[in-house]
């Protein structure tokens, strides 16, 4: 079945530091893959996506390219604030008969101190 | 404001008492479903609709029950609440965003205490 892995955290930075979470995943067919955040209290919401091989999303300074021939989609941002503190996860879609599922991994926590 | 609404944000409640958790979305999506979230297992899905009176099983059904009844409401019932039952609820609607993939817009999330 299709399975998400995600480092394990929690990671701690300080602030401007460099973050990388890696993901990569397990899955038949073509998947859309995806980072959510998740800050405190607070539900999930879309970071970015990517929906096919080569693809970049970017949003809020963080990155991620969706590599098919290593089945990842590593988050990037090169200088992380305090406000980036949460708790984040890499999913996917495989779309077709499991249109609207999402697989999530485990979740990477995130704190950065000033 | 698109949204995806659940209550209660928080309940506390006792082993076998019936309880229903409420979600409702205005972005007349289809697709809905409810996940668990728990410590170190990420995000879980419980059970899907497709569409109005079309439910399914997720990955971790046991337990739960739903109902679709109208397009913009998904209820999640849990007819004899148990401790294992003791989690992080949330409920998202989907839409399409091309080659039967989708993104999805989830609520603020349930936090659930079974004693």
């Known amino acids: 079945g299709d399975s998400v892995t995600q480092m394990e955290g929690p990671v701690t930075l300080s602030e401007e530091a460099c973050l990388t979470i890696n993901c990569t995943y397990t899955a038949t067919g073509y998947p859309s893959l995806f980072w959510y955040v998740q800050y405190p209290g607070e539900g999930l919401q879309l970071l970015l996506k990517?929906?096919?091989?080569?693809d970049k999303g970017s949003n809020k300074g963080f990155e991620a390219t969706y590599r098919k021939e290593t089945t990842s989609f590593h988050l990037e941002k090169g200088s992380v604030q305090v406000s980036d503190s949460a708790v984040y996860f890499c999913?996917?879609?495989?779309?077709?008969?499991?249109?609207?599922?999402?697989?999530f991994g485990q979740g990477t926590i995130l704190t950065v101190h000033p | 404001e698109a949204q995806v609404t659940q209550n209660p944000r928080y309940l506390i409640t006792v082993t076998g008492k019936k309880l229903t958790v409420t979600c409702s979305q205005n972005m007349n999506h289809e697709y809905m479903s409810w996940y668990r979230q728990d410590p170190g297992l990420g995000l879980r899905q419980i059970y899907y609709s497709m569409n109005v009176e079309v439910t399914d099983k997720g990955d971790v059904p046991e337990g739960y029950k739903v109902s679709r009844k109208e397009k913009r409401n998904f209820p999640l019932i849990l007819e004899s609440p148990s401790p294992n039952q003791t989690s992080l609820y949330f409920c998202?609607?989907?839409?399409?965003?091309?080659?039967?993939?989708?993104?999805?817009?989830f609520g603020q999330g349930t936090r659930l205490t079974v004693v």
């Open positions: 999913a996917l879609n495989a779309g077709g008969t499991s249109y609207g599922k999402l697989t």
């Open positions: 998202a609607s989907s839409r399409v965003i091309g080659q039967g993939a989708s993104e999805a817009f």
């Open positions: 990517a929906t096919k091989a080569d």
